[in-house]
DNA sequence: CGCCTGTTTGAGAGTGTTCAAAACAAGTGG
DNA sequence: CCACTTGTTTTGAACACTCTCAAACAGGCG
């Protein structure tokens, strides 16, 4: 059963979106389900494409990409675990979907997604609240991507890697040292921010020679000073 | 009754909300909306304050505004008539709402809304739709904002406006010019696309200078060369 | 007419990009 | 173990673009 893969456990937080939906939705869910890997590099879904397929992923992350011809392309949105993938109803896909790392999905045809959504009201409910949550992530990424210097965008970045990453809870200890891994390359990061891969090293030098971060090597990265990072963050 | 005022004609294709549900739900709609007028400059929705009211635009333009502490703001969204205003479900607003021109709205509670979302299916459905659309919309206009030139982005925002404003639905005949009026100042178009005023204004002065448009003056501009412009849009 | 708001134009400075090369890390096969 | 390849990151110098500051210009209204 598929059920067991994704949702072994009802009582654990758990923070796919299996877990958000009530019993009869997930075992709905569980019937259309399709399990699927993927792995890094591969893509899921070409912008163009007529979109027949929606899912949910289950782990890894997987990139967003708007592209036109010769190279200039730009992030749009990352997905992370739990997140929907595709979109339902009628249409072109507008952006391509690539897994950034291995990945697991739980893919359903669109047409069996869409039934779902008709006939479990939870369901759409639930998929309205997270694209509401989506086009607020977004909008808010339009102001940073706009208005804000490089300086900025790549503290922003580090700080938000820094909340999702070391998922530690919330820490109250602003002056701990803080070390985890980048998912993400230089190259990466800069096509979410709007840079490019030099500007991006560059702001990391620069952090790292104000003593506010260090980079032992590889893509590991240590926070030492989470206030001037915030404060780079707001303002140059 | 409300519903004589937005929708006065069941058979007509009309552009608003109330237009693309069904009778039901419209009558629905009518039960819990108040009219309410708004002049140009009042904002509708303050950023951070509690989401009370939702509601659809009649006419008028309201712009979504992200903006931080001293002037630094970014219009990540305009909004016509038939489009959606606010947020269901509980939360702070993420941006402020603010009227461009003067506006007419259909306001509901946010609760009444919400109650209204759950009675009838085909609303939330609507609305999963819509947002759906604005999250292709906000996504499209990341990678303009991140990843294009100030005349590929000037260019672009003409032509995004001639298909709007000139409504002489899907003209042919791409050599004839044709005029209408910037529905936005030179200000608030640089606050759309992320640039000053002025990088505005010398782009609009370069285009005319290449012979592309004219700007007979106030807020005119007539198109003389679409494919000239369209190719502006999409390489410097 | 003066004032106000919005637009245009100019000159200079700053920031990020482009092009180019060096440094670094990791994996492969001799 | 070492040369060699491949891919990523860092660093440098020159350039281009957009912003900032500043002033002139145009129209609407008291």
Redesign the pocket.
Known sequence: MLSMDICADDTAPDPRVCASVMRSERAALDTIGRYKNVSRGETVIWAGDESTICGNLLSGVLKLVACTTQGREQIVGLLYPADFVGQPYPGRAEFTITAMTDAELCVYSRRAFERLLTDQAGMERLLLQRTLAALNIARRQMWTLART?????VAGFLIDMTSRTASSGCRATYDAPVTFD?PL????I?DVL????????????HL?AAGIIR?P???AITITDSIGLEARAVA?
Do not use: F, H, P, Y
């Open positions: 210097s490089a300086a900025e965008k980048l390359s230089r190259g990466q800069a709007g840079l490019t891969i030099q500007t991006v090293s560059r702001q990391m030098t790292k980079l090597g590889g893509r140059a």
